[in-house]
């Protein structure tokens, strides 16, 4: 089902390419933009890097947008704010990974070709499955940690 695009939403596409692809470096095809720059200030660049990202979420739900669409760009921000965390590889993971370029995409796809409509929990639920199998895996290796320390 084909929606009216929310005149809000068009501005998307101003802030992702600020933030993904604004700059060139010379000689290449190789582009960034701010999330790269300010993901360089530990800390306060990757969560202002988010703050911005979070924004394109928070309209889209305030728009109508569907519980999918929303935990599909949730993922890609999440996944760009933890491997962008981390220190120079993680400037380069925002020149490759593109978050709020990907956003985009899933967004125009949603408004206009009616796609990423339903329920959010084709990805929450492998998510926490995910999680639980993280954590398991985590406290296995405690337990094993301190049975080598203590024998």
Do not use: C
């Not at 981390?86 to 490759?96: E, K, N, Q, W």
């Not at 339903?118 to 094993?144: D, E, N, R, T």
């Amino acid at each position: 089902m084909k929606r009216k695009e929310p005149a809000s939403i068009r501005n998307f596409e101003r802030v992702a390419k600020l933030m993904d692809s604004q700059f060139k470096i010379p000689g290449t095809n190789i582009r960034f933009g701010l999330d790269a720059i300010i993901g360089l200030v530990p800390g306060a660049g990757d969560i202002t890097s988010f703050i911005i990202s979070g924004a394109m979420l928070f309209t889209l739900a305030k728009n109508g947008a569907s519980s999918f669409l929303l935990a599909r760009m949730g993922l890609n921000l999440i996944v760009d704010a933890a491997i962008g965390s981390i220190p120079l590889l993680g400037d380069l993971f925002d020149v490759a990974f593109r978050a709020n370029e990907r956003n985009l995409k899933l967004m125009r796809e949603h408004y206009t070709h009616g796609k990423h409509n339903g329920s959010a929990m084709k990805i929450v639920i492998p998510l926490i499955i995910l999680l639980l199998g993280i954590i398991g895996f985590i406290i296995w290796l405690i337990y094993k940690l301190i049975d080598w320390l203590i024998f």
